[in-house]
């Protein structure tokens, strides 16, 4: 077991960068976790952890399977150096970022695409929904929050380790999608029909949108039906993670 005591060390430093700027997490394709549940969770994701780091006054569970982790004890000053939640529980977890790659996109047959939406929260959420609903994939495009900023990390509760999560242009992908037969659902008003008048037996591709703006028009232009959720009172309109959970749930049980 290795042991860091200073603030100053350079894989500290690292720590730190990966926590707080994307372009550490972009250049290193690497993130932090931190808390027991998050852990615990890149645990069970075989090579995805690159390090266990744990505060000294932390124990890890017992019944977590270690075997050939490893491990680096940290000091107070180092945890809360690298600590992004307020009340830290001093465990963490230096990870690796999952790659996919073309051999495992054809396979993908219900997919979220996310366009623009800025809010880690939302992003996270709309992850672990996509997870629950036992979609195939994730697909964030252009201007959307990063999937590992720590913030979505947290919303996303362990489904960024269970769920391919991967950045890429949405127009390509609705045509890669649409010319292996899978049918695009936009989400607008223009044009709409409500979402549980869209027939779907099975496969769907469903493309959500930045929260003030929606979906792209060029981008909802090619999607094969445009769906809308009835409001029923006075509210203008729904969260955008909350109305993509509605909608991953009507189509999904198909």
């Known amino acids: 077991m290795k042991r860091i005591e200073s603030v100053q060390n350079s894989l500290v430093k690292h720590w730190?960068?990966?926590?707080?700027?994307r372009k550490e997490r972009d250049t290193s394709g690497e993130f932090v976790v931190e808390g027991f549940h998050l852990v615990e969770e890149a645990l069970k994701n075989n090579g995805a952890i690159l390090a266990l780091i744990v505060r000294d006054d932390v124990e890890i569970p017992s019944d977590w399977?270690?075997?050939?982790?490893?491990?680096?004890?940290?000091?107070?000053?180092?945890?809360?150096?690298?600590?992004?939640?307020?009340?830290?529980?001093?465990?963490?977890?230096?990870?690796?970022?999952?790659?996919?790659?073309?051999?495992?996109?054809?396979?993908?047959?219900?997919?979220?695409l996310i366009d623009s939406v800025q809010d880690p929260g939302n992003v996270g959420t709309m992850i672990r929904t996509a997870d629950a609903a036992g979609m195939a994939a994730v697909i964030l495009g252009k201007g959307t929050a990063d999937p590992y900023n720590p913030k979505t990390v947290r919303?996303?509760?362990?489904?960024?380790?269970?769920?391919?999560?991967?950045?890429?242009?949405?127009?390509?992908?609705?045509?890669?999608?649409?010319?292996?037969?899978?049918?695009?659902?936009?989400?607008?008003?223009q044009n709409a029909v409500t979402h549980t008048e869209a027939d779907i037996q099975s496969d769907f591709a469903l493309i959500v949108g930045n929260e003030g703006s929606g979906?792209?028009?060029?981008?909802?232009?090619?999607?094969?039906?445009?769906?809308?959720?009835?409001?029923?009172?006075?509210?203008?309109?729904?969260?955008?993670?909350?109305?993509?959970?509605?909608?991953?749930?009507?189509?999904?049980?198909?």
């Open 16 to 21: 730190k960068k990966l926590v707080l700027t």
């Open 65 to 112: 399977n270690i075997e050939g982790v490893h491990i680096v004890e940290v000091n107070n000053a180092v945890a809360k150096e690298i600590a992004e939640t307020e009340r830290s529980q001093g465990i963490f977890a230096h990870c690796r970022q999952p790659v996919h790659g073309e051999e495992q996109y054809a396979s993908w047959k219900k997919v979220l």
């Open 155 to 189: 919303a996303g509760q362990g489904s960024h380790f269970n769920i391919p999560v991967v950045r890429g242009e949405l127009t390509e992908w609705v045509e890669r999608l649409k010319t292996n037969g899978i049918p695009v659902l936009g989400t607008g008003l």
């Open 215 to 254: 979906v792209n028009p060029e981008l909802l232009s090619l999607a094969d039906k445009t769906v809308m959720i009835p409001l029923y009172g006075k509210a203008e309109s729904l969260n955008v993670a909350v109305a993509t959970g509605i909608l991953l749930y009507t189509y999904s049980k198909n």
